[in-house]
């Protein structure tokens, strides 16, 4: 089960919506299901691996992430593969849409972060949070 957290913008008024969490429809994620939900380069890989029948399982996630230089939010649809030893031969790695620095997982609290829209450092919990899955 994940989450829905809804961040506004006290300088533009904007609201960003942040879905967080592995939910229910990850947890029978299959390769194929993967593949689906990837893009270009990512895609090509997981298919190649595919074909090399070493993926053994799977863990996916709508991940929260945060670019350290632009200090603003965003979700992505996250995986790491795992092949029969428990080994993990495959992690998504995503880059800031603004200035390409590697997207780290969040470790602040989130109204510490910027707007990703402004940039300015104005965020606050609006009333829409709440559950998803
Ligand atoms: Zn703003
Ligand atoms: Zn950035």
Redesign the pocket.
Known sequence: MGETVSLE?G????TQELSIGSGMMYGSFSLDDIIKNSRGKVKKHVQALQNTGVVLSNVCEEELLACPRCNTLSTRFSFKLFDKQGECIYESIFNCSRCKTRLLPADKKLTDYC?R????P?LSYSDLTGCWD
């Open positions: 913008c300088c533009c008024s904007r707007c829209y402004c940039s300015s104005s």
